[in-house]
């Protein structure tokens, strides 16, 4: 991160979105530097999609304000729309026309000065040119989202914003596609994903956790594993389950996290925990092991707040 | 907030992309061809509003050269065929009941007697009216036939009995006396008919199924402004829509010989206008419309009306003052008397400008809803 104050490419404030009576925003402020990558992240239905749409201008805020890119969200969507790009959750281009069509389409929509040429360049630059003749109906998820990542910055956009961009695609097209994204970045470009995958929160330069349309928690992985306070233990060995259901009852374990041969057991008060631990290491079947908390473990813990939150 | 100012080349991306995605859908095209010819033919050969050779069945209760003559006077006018001879008046409401016959033709005893001592015996003929249409032409030709079945037998003394009123009195019965549509005058209108029902459907079409593809979210994203939209996605139709009018007026010439008495260029310019206010009301309705099925039943809400009360099914005058006033609103309304006048009567600009106004008004009012309808935001 550079040493001075860095331009905000995001600022808004207190934006709340209600849809027939139900807050599903409420009340986010989020702060996006230039060229920073910063994840979104929150269970479904938290509100995500709906920030996003009223950043760029999609919805209009019921309260709040903010800028984008140096534009009001509310009066100067239209100037908005011509520096980011937007790649929506649900594909969303022509699958009936070509890879070349729908590029050339979305490029003369921004006026471009060389767009036969750019579409050339994107084209090659994401492999897509064996396949600019194909009908894009017809092609795999991992194809059409590379399509849908090149039509998202053929017009060289000042911010990204992509809403659950990898969902549904195989693990070696998200690498290629964050590889895309740090390479995009580090030329200037803002970007702002929504995600599930926590690998790919830790991809990000920063995260803003929200829930129930309000922010958690954000800051660097590190920043946010902090603020968590949770002491993690490791537990390797058998019967993971019947110790799973064991701890679980006890006060000073606030999180099981079950992994194939581990589990992790999380606690907020250290002290406790580790004179839980120190009595149950006796078992010559588990092996514990103090461990660092992960921002997985941190994620997986808010998450099930927030179910804790939701149940009845 | 409405911006009217236009990118071309934004509204030729859209145009171009409407092109491509009509030429992929094989089968909307071929309806947007199959669809006008097959109402052409139907209308203008199955529907034929001048039929020839219908069924006839006659009762004779007297039977000489005075009732035969008449009969051969009936199927020689070709509208009459004779297929059956009856022998009592319950056989034939049986065969009308039935539809074996159209016409019964019923000769009383005396017949000949009467006929030469001039006292015009009454010959009763029943036509099937059900479908009004159909009989019409065949019972006008009644007079005629009957002025002339006698030429040969009445001459020499019984000459006197060729001087008019007719020797026959011919007494009709049918349900009701409709008027008369040639098909003269129904193919021009088809050229409305077609236009109405595929451009208002089409363009219905269009956005809603961005809608429902969620391409419009990515749409509304970039710098492409309503206008742009509108004018990009209905130009491709309107191409579609003069090129249906070509593809019609050459049928109906080559296959009904239908006279084109107008300009061509005016009928054209006229099918402009009219095709221009029938897209933009599709594309209004799409900005009301969720899906592509609810687009649909919007077009035949719009359809139905239209083709009822614009003059095209029943003569505009028969019908009562408030359908009049509605009709008035239509656009086919406007455009049936324009075609029908440039068509068959030859008309200039000076006798279809009444008539052309009020669907340029029309095209304004709905292009401005639509503009103030299209949602610029998913709100």
């Not at chain 1, 009852?249 to 999380?266: M, N, T």
């Given at each position: 991160?550079?040493?001075?104050?860095?331009?905000?490419?995001?600022?808004?404030?207190?934006?709340?979105?209600?849809?027939?009576?139900?807050?599903?925003?409420?009340?986010?402020?989020?702060?996006?530097?230039?060229?920073?990558?910063?994840?979104?992240?929150?269970?479904?239905?938290?509100?995500?999609?709906?920030?996003?749409?009223?950043?760029?201008?999609?919805?209009?805020?019921?309260?709040?304000?903010?800028?984008?890119?140096?534009?009001?969200?509310?009066?100067?969507?239209?100037?908005?729309?011509?520096?980011?790009?937007?790649?929506?959750?649900?594909?969303?281009?022509?699958?009936?026309?070509?890879?070349?069509?729908?590029?050339?389409f979305v490029g003369e929509l921004y006026g471009l000065a060389n767009r036969a040429r750019r579409v050339n360049d994107m084209m090659a630059q994401f492999g897509l040119t064996p396949r600019r003749q194909q009908v894009v109906g017809t092609l795999s998820g991992g194809w059409k989202q590379r399509l849908a990542l090149a039509a998202s910055v053929i017009h060289t956009p000042k911010l990204l914003l992509l809403d659950e961009p990898t969902a549904g695609v195989d693990p070696n097209a998200r690498r290629e596609f964050w590889d895309r994204i740090h390479d995009l970045a580090s030329k200037g470009l803002t970007v702002l994903v929504s995600t599930h995958y926590i690998d790919e929160a830790e991809r990000c330069h920063r995260v803003i956790y929200v829930s129930d349309g309000q922010v958690v928690t954000r800051g660097t992985a590190?920043?946010?594993?902090?603020?968590?306070?949770?002491?993690?233990?490791?537990?390797?060995?058998?019967?993971?389950?019947?110790?799973?259901?064991?701890?679980?009852?006890?006060?000073?374990?606030?999180?099981?996290?079950?992994?194939?041969?581990?589990?992790?057991?999380?606690?907020?008060?250290?002290?406790?925990?580790?004179?839980?631990?120190?009595?149950?290491?006796?078992?010559?079947?588990?092996?514990?092991?103090?461990?660092?908390?992960?921002?997985?473990?941190?994620?997986?813990?808010?998450g099930a707040r927030n179910d804790r939150a939701a149940a009845p | 907030m409405i911006n009217l100012g236009v990118n071309w080349r934004r509204v030729r991306a859209v145009m171009v992309k409407e092109f491509i995605q009509l030429r992929r859908d094989r089968l909307t095209f071929a309806m947007m061809l199959g669809v006008p010819l097959l109402q052409l033919i139907l209308f203008g050969y199955a529907i034929n509003n001048d039929p020839r050779n219908l069924p006839t069945a006659v009762l004779v209760e007297e039977n000489n050269q005075y009732t035969r003559s008449f009969l051969n006077a009936l199927e020689n006018s070709r509208y009459y065929k004779i297929n059956s001879v009856l022998d009592n008046h319950r056989q034939a409401q049986r065969k009308l009941e039935t539809g074996a016959v159209t016409f019964v033709v019923t000769i009383p005893a005396g017949f000949g007697r009467d006929l030469l001592r001039g006292d015009r015996p009454q010959l009763l003929i029943q036509a099937d009216a059900t479908d009004p249409a159909a009989t019409s032409n065949a019972v006008a030709a009644l007079e005629g036939i009957s002025r002339n079945a006698f030429r040969h037998e009445f001459r020499g003394p019984l000459a006197s009995l060729n001087a008019p009123p007719p020797a026959v009195d011919v007494v009709i019965h049918r349900l009701y006396n409709p008027e008369s549509i040639s098909t003269y005058n129904i193919v021009p209108g088809l050229i409305g008919v077609i236009l109405t029902m595929t451009m208002i459907m089409m363009t219905a079409l269009t956005l809603t199924r961005e809608t429902e593809n969620g391409t419009l979210e990515n749409l509304l994203s970039m710098p492409v402004t309503p206008l742009e939209v509108m004018l990009g996605k209905v130009a491709p139709y309107v191409c579609l829509g003069l090129f249906q009018v070509t593809v019609i007026l050459i049928t109906a010439s080559l296959l009904f010989g239908v006279p084109i008495v107008g300009s061509l260029l005016l009928l054209f310019l006229v099918a402009l206008v009219f095709i221009s206010a029938n897209v933009f009301l599709g594309f209004t309705l799409s900005t009301f419309a969720r899906t592509q099925l609810q687009a649909m039943q919007m077009t035949f809400f719009v359809f139905l009306p239209t083709i009822l009360l614009s003059g095209f099914m029943f003569p505009f005058r028969g019908m009562p003052m408030w359908a009049q006033y509605l009709g008035e609103i239509l656009p086919l309304t406007h455009f049936l008397r324009m075609v029908r006048g440039i068509v068959l009567k030859g008309n200039g600009v000076a006798e279809i400008l009444p008539e052309l106004w009020p669907i340029l008004l029309f095209l304004v009012l709905v292009g401005w809803v639509a503009l103030l309808r299209y949602r610029r935001t998913l709100d």
């Open positions: 991160m550079p040493e001075t104050t860095p331009t905000p490419v995001i600022e808004v404030k207190d934006l709340v979105k209600k849809f027939d009576g139900k807050t599903v925003v409420n009340g986010v402020s989020i702060h996006v530097n230039e060229g920073e990558i910063v994840g979104f992240l929150g269970p479904n239905g938290s509100g995500k999609t709906t920030t996003i749409r009223l950043m760029c201008g999609l919805l209009t805020p019921d309260s709040g304000s903010g800028q984008c890119l140096g534009y009001d969200i509310t009066t100067q969507s239209e100037k908005i729309r011509q520096q980011i790009g937007y790649m929506t959750q649900k594909f969303s281009f022509y699958e009936d026309m070509t890879v070349v069509e729908n590029l050339d590190d920043e946010i594993i902090d603020q968590a306070n949770l002491s993690t233990w490791v537990v390797r060995g058998d019967n993971l389950e019947t110790l799973a259901h064991a701890l679980e009852k006890r006060p000073e374990v606030r999180q099981v996290a079950r992994f194939g041969r581990s589990l992790h057991v999380l606690g907020t008060d250290a002290a406790r925990l580790d004179a839980l631990a120190e009595d149950l290491r006796d078992d010559p079947d588990h092996d514990w092991q103090r461990a660092d908390t992960t921002l997985e473990d941190v994620l997986i813990d808010l | -």
